[in-house]
């Protein structure tokens, strides 16, 4: 069965320090990939998708970049952190072009003090 | 562009009466919807979903009917329990463009009492 993977699970990082969100999926092969982000008033914001290995789209112009070095996981990144990057992260992923919906990972709550 | 409106929240219930979230969309061609909640401090669940008009998707008692006249995907459980108290959001996907990506609704806080 497929399963997906997020971590750390909180954490808690200074204005201006870098930060890495990993994610990876197991079970399936080639899936689409996503990453949202939740404010605190609840709504989610599409940040990145990849449809592929080294192909990513980014949705909103902000501080924060996306990767994929293999087929399976999926990085955030930030070079330098600001307070309105505090937030939920969440990973999702599908396995392609069709009505299967997203699964989601378990998401990471950072706050950026 | 495309969009999904849900109504506002939070809704309180009493346990065992009857839950109705709204959400209305809007987009071109056919979008299959979707429904997913979210429990406190956790990821989003795929609840349940439609892929064409007049589908009805369900589970753990909770319905929802694809209405492409009404532009509606409307939520809707019998008799609801204080474990359903969660945030739910309403989402369509253009699945062939983009990536498949999902639009999300503001989602709809759910309080339910013993």
């Known amino acids: 069965s497929q399963t997906i993977h997020q971590w750390p699970a909180t954490l808690v990082q200074p204005v201006g320090s870098p930060l890495s969100l990993e994610c990876t999926v197991e079970?399936?092969?080639?899936?689409?990939l996503y990453w949202y982000r939740q404010a605190a008033g609840r709504g989610l914001q599409l940040l990145f998708y990849s449809v592929g290995i080294g192909q990513i789209s980014s949705e909103v112009p902000q501080n924060l970049s996306a990767s994929r070095p293999q087929d399976r996981q999926f990085i955030l990144s930030s070079k330098k952190l600001l307070h309105s990057d505090s937030g939920f992260y969440l990973c999702a992923w599908t396995p392609g072009r069709g009505p299967y919906g997203y699964t989601f990972g378990s998401g990471t709550r950072l706050t950026v003090v | 562009g495309d969009s999904v409106t849900q109504m506002e929240g939070p809704v309180t219930l009493s346990e065992e009466a009857f839950l109705t979230i709204n959400c209305t969309y809007t987009a071109t061609g056919y979008p299959s919807l979707f429904w997913y909640v979210q429990y406190p401090g956790e990821g989003l669940q795929l609840l349940l979903k439609a892929t064409k008009a007049d589908d009805k998707g369900s589970n753990k008692g909770f319905e929802a009917t694809y209405r492409k006249e009404t532009t509606s995907f409307h939520l809707e459980k019998g008799s609801v329990q204080v474990s359903d108290s969660a945030v739910y959001f309403c989402a369509l996907s253009r699945i062939y463009n983009q990536g498949g990506k999902l639009i999300f609704g503001q989602g709809t806080e759910l309080s339910v009492k013993p």
């Open positions: 079970g399936t092969s080639n899936p689409n």
